[in-house]
C-alpha cells in the first residue's frame, strides 16, 4: 500500500510522513524545492520535483499525472495550501489513478475566502469579529472613524501570517491598509477586509469528515506563537470546548465536508465566548498536537480514503503539550524581550513535551529543517 505527499517541505508533511510510514506505508514525497524536509526522513522512500503549483499549474498537475501512472499509489495527499487548491481543480483528472480525499475545488475555495465564510458563519449563527469590507479608498475614508481600535486587516484569501497587520489608529489603518493594496497589487473585489481585535487566546477545532458526516475531532489551546503577535502556533495543548467544537461541526455540516479541516477560533477573553477566524480546508501547522494526544488524522485519512469509512475517533488524552522547539525558544526569547518576564526562561527546556521535529527513531529532517531556518535570511527578518 502507497502514498503520495505533496508539498512535503513542512512540518506538518512531516508528521504525515512519520504516521504512514511507521505503519508500514510506502511513501513518496514530493515539493517543488529542492532537499525539502520530508525527503529527509527515513520513511521517505522515493521523492521527485514538480513545479510550482501557483506559478505552473498546468505543469504540476500534468507531472503528478506522469508519476501516477508509472506508480501504482493508493492515495494522494496534499499537505499545503497550494497543492491542495490545484489537485481539488483537477481532481477528477487524478482520480483515474489515485484516491484524492478532497471536497471539491468550489467549496474550499468559498472557505478559503474569508469574507464568504464570515457571511456564511453569520448566517447559520457561529460568531464572528465585526467585519467590514471596503469597496474603495474613498469608501474606507468615510468609515476609519467608526472603527474600533486596535482593529485588524487581513487578506481575504491567504494562509498563515500573511498580509496581516494589527492597528491602533484611524490614520494608521489608511497607511497600513493601502499598503496591503499595492503589496498584493489587489484590485476593489480583492481589498482587504477589516475585523475588530478580538482579546483571547486561539484555539483549533480539528476535524475528518467522510462525505458530510464527521468522523474525527480535536480540540488544542495554543501557548505561543511565532511571530508573537500573529503567526503559527510552537507551543500548544490538548483540550476540550464543547461551544467551539459545536460551532465548527456546525460550519462543516453546513459545508458538506469532505476531508480534513482545521476550524479557528479565538476565546473573547471579556465575554468567554468563542469567535471564528477562519478555517484551514487542509492539514495545519500544529498537525503533531493531535496525533501524540491520540487523533492521528493522517492516518485516519489514509485509511478512510482506502476502505471507504471508519469508526470515528472522538476520545483523547488532554493536557497534552507539543511544541516546535527552535521555533518556540525564538518565541519565547522575543516575548522576553518584549514584556521583560525574564521567568519565561523556565519554559526553554521541557524533556516531557514532545517535538514537531525532532525524533530520535528519525533524525535526520530535524537537523535538515534547523539547517535551512538558521539560513533562511526571509526567517530572521520577522
Request: aromatic content about 10%.
Amino acid at each position: 500500500m502507497d502514498a503520495l505527499i505533496t508539498a512535503a517541505n513542512s512540518s506538518k508533511a512531516l508528521i504525515t510522513v512519520r504516521s504512514l510510514g511507521s505503519r508500514g506505508i510506502t511513501i513518496t514525497t514530493a515539493d517543488q524545492h529542492r532537499l525539502f524536509l520530508s525527503s529527509f526522513s527515513k520513511y521517505s522512500n522515493n521523492s521527485f520535483i514538480y513545479p510550482s503549483p501557483n506559478e505552473y499549474p498546468s505543469q504540476f498537475i500534468t507531472s503528478l499525472k506522469q508519476v501516477l501512472k508509472k506508480n501504482k499509489y493508493n492515495v494522494l495527499i496534499p499537505v499545503h495550501s497550494e497543492d491542495t487548491y490545484m489537485i481539488s481543480k483537477y481532481k477528477s483528472k487524478l482520480e483515474d489513478f489515485v484516491k484524492v480525499p478532497l471536497h471539491d475545488y468550489a467549496t474550499i475555495s468559498n472557505v478559503n475566502n474569508k469574507a464568504y465564510l464570515m457571511r456564511v458563519a453569520e448566517e447559520i449563527g457561529v460568531r464572528i469579529p465585526r467585519t467590514i469590507l471596503p469597496q474603495s479608498l474613498s469608501e474606507l475614508d468615510n468609515i476609519v472613524d467608526d472603527i474600533d481600535y486596535p482593529a485588524v486587516i487581513k487578506l481575504r484569501e491567504t494562509s498563515s501570517s500573511i498580509g496581516l497587520s494589527y492597528v491602533h489608529s484611524k490614520e494608521e489603518m489608511i497607511t497600513k491598509y493601502k499598503e496591503t493594496i499595492l503589496k498584493f497589487n489587489l484590485k476593489n473585489d480583492q481589498y482587504p477586509l477589516i475585523q475588530e481585535y478580538i482579546e483571547g487566546d486561539g484555539y483549533g477545532v480539528s476535524l475528518l469528515y467522510n462525505q458530510g458526516s464527521m468522523r474525527a475531532k480535536f480540540t488544542h489551546k495554543r501557548l505561543r506563537e511565532y511571530p508573537i503577535n500573529g503567526g503559527p502556533s510552537t507551543c500548544r495543548v490538548s483540550v476540550k470546548h464543547q461551544k467551539m467544537e459545536k460551532f465548527a461541526e456546525k460550519l462543516l455540516d453546513n459545508f458538506n465536508w469532505h476531508g480534513v479541516a482545521m476550524v479557528e477560533f479565538k476565546l473573547n477573553r471579556k465575554k468567554n465566548e468563542p469567535v471564528l477566524m477562519e478555517i484551514n480546508p487542509r492539514f495545519w501547522g500544529s498537525l503533531n498536537q493531535a496525533v501524540q494526544s491520540g487523533v492521528d488524522f493522517p492516518y485516519l485519512l489514509y485509511t478512510m480514503a482506502v476502505e471507504g469509512d471508519i469508526k470515528p475517533v472522538l476520545n483523547y488524552k488532554i493536557g497534552v503539550k507539543t511544541r516546535n522547539t527552535f521555533l518556540d525558544s525564538i518565541a519565547i526569547l522575543k516575548t522576553i524581550q518584549k514584556t521583560k518576564k525574564v521567568g519565561l526562561t523556565k519554559e526553554l527546556i521541557h524533556f516531557d513535551v514532545k517535538d514537531d521535529l525532532i525524533s530520535f527513531n528519525d533524525p535526520i529532517p530535524a537537523l535538515a529543517g534547523i539547517y535551512k531556518l538558521v539560513n533562511n535570511k526571509a526567517f530572521w527578518s520577522r
